[in-house]
């Protein structure tokens, strides 16, 4: 599996595009579709759909024209389903006093789920807490982590859903995992998942 950031630091969110056999997974569309499309193009893959790893706005920014242009379908966890369509769940309207929506996701994601791209698997792990659906996808040894685990700490859990309690057993879950894995989060920089962890503890 292979996995390139697409246009860094656009509302200072990570997107993301798994590469498998040809054929594309983007995660998190926070930069403009013509972007997306013409990375994905240059890595000589086509876009399949597109992983959301929760429903905060600064994560979804062109998910419907991206859609619209490729031609697929979202996926996202069932409990953040009710982001896409609410500003004030996706706290767009926190942020900038607007409603802001977006068309439901066409598939409606559970724990333990896996997702076939190319000849390869992609694993979902319900990690809650920065918002009800939080969602880390495990493809080998690569870890999409959204914002549930960055590189130095976790997500902010006073918005939405977000909870303290269910962030701190969502972390728990993740050191079952290889703390070699390299982690991909929706913030700043990767990281081995051990020393993310490491230091999500030392800041807690």
Request: charged fraction near 20%; include cysteine; glycine fraction near 10%.
């Amino acid at each position: 599996m292979k996995i390139i950031s697409i246009c860094p630091q656009s509302f200072a969110s990570n997107c993301y595009a798994l590469i498998s056999g040809g054929k594309a997974l983007v995660v998190d569309p926070s930069v403009s579709a013509d972007a997306i499309i013409s990375k994905v193009i240059a890595e000589n893959a086509v876009i399949e759909g597109i992983l959301l790893t929760h429903g905060h706005f600064d994560h979804i920014i062109s998910l419907d024209t991206l859609r619209k242009y490729a031609g697929v379908e979202a996926y996202i966890h069932e409990s953040d389903a009710p982001m896409l369509t609410d500003g004030r769940k996706n706290a767009f309207y926190t942020f900038f006093g607007q409603d802001r929506a977006y068309a439901p996701a066409e598939h409606l994601l559970t724990n333990g789920e896996e997702i076939s791209l190319g000849d390869e698997k992609i694993k979902v792990i319900h990690t809650s807490g920065h918002s009800p659906g939080s969602v880390c996808y495990l493809c080998g040894d690569i870890m999409v982590t959204g914002d549930t685990l960055f590189a130095d700490t976790i997500g902010r859990c006073d918005l939405w859903g977000g909870s303290d309690t269910e962030i701190l057993a969502s972390l728990e879950l993740l050191r079952k995992y290889d703390r070699k894995i390299t982690i991909y989060p929706g913030h700043g920089p990767s990281a081995t998942l051990g020393n993310a962890l490491d230091n999500a503890a030392y800041y807690i």
